[in-house]
Every structure is written in structure tokens, then in C-alpha cells.
């Protein structure tokens, strides 16, 4: 029985949308859930990782580290409060930007 429904599945996939109504409607695409700072919730310019191995917008973990000694996201006291720079993610970041252009 389940073999005869996944060959029904990939048949289904294989024809693709049978008409145009069924197609998805085109939208923006949302950019990924690591390159939005889970402070600002908006697409991070100058990712930096904190203690507890996220990444954050400076401006706003900085705010955050002035006033705080936890985690945004555990809630745990953090080992320390030194910022480094995120440079993979700012040019993941980068790159996903100009596939993407207006976003």
C-alpha cells in the first residue's frame, strides 16, 4: 500500500502543476531566519556573535549588553560580553541581498 502511494507522489511531482490556478502565486521570498536579528527581528548590516554562539545586530545587542548580562535568546548569564565581528553571515547576508534585490 505505501509503496503504491509514493509512486503516487512521484508521479505527481513529476507532471508538475497541471494549470496555472494551481500554481503558487509569485511573492517575495522571505529572507532566512539566521539573517534576522532576533532582537530587531530585521535583517541584521552588522552581525556580530555574542557569548551564547548567536548572532545579533550590534547596535541592538550592544543596547541590550548595557543594560543586561543574559543571553536575548536563553535567558543564561552570558560568559562575557566581547562582540565578534560575524563576517560569514554579513556576507551570506550580502549575497542573498543582491539575489534578492528590494528586499
Known amino acids: 500500500e505505501s509503496a503504491r502511494l509514493e509512486e503516487g507522489r512521484r508521479a505527481a511531482e513529476a507532471q508538475?502543476?497541471?494549470?496555472?490556478?494551481?500554481?503558487?502565486?509569485?511573492?517575495?521570498?522571505?529572507?532566512?531566519?539566521?539573517f534576522l536579528c532576533p532582537?530587531?527581528?530585521?535583517?541584521?548590516?552588522?552581525?556580530v556573535m555574542a557569548a551564547d554562539g548567536h548572532s545579533y545586530e550590534r547596535s541592538a545587542i550592544e543596547r541590550w549588553l548595557a543594560t543586561k548580562s543574559t543571553s536575548p535568546m536563553?535567558?543564561?548569564?552570558?560568559?562575557?560580553?566581547?562582540?565578534?565581528p560575524s563576517h560569514m553571515v554579513r556576507?551570506?547576508?550580502?549575497?542573498?541581498?543582491?539575489?534578492?534585490?528590494?528586499q
Open 74 to 84: 536563553t535567558g543564561e548569564a552570558l560568559e562575557h560580553t566581547f562582540l565578534s
Open 16 to 34: 508538475g502543476p497541471s494549470s496555472a490556478a494551481e500554481a503558487p502565486a509569485p511573492r517575495e521570498e522571505e529572507p532566512p531566519d539566521d
Open 91 to 102: 556576507r551570506q547576508i550580502r549575497e542573498w541581498q543582491q539575489a534578492h534585490p528590494g
Open 39 to 47: 532582537i530587531t527581528t530585521e535583517i541584521m548590516s552588522d552581525p
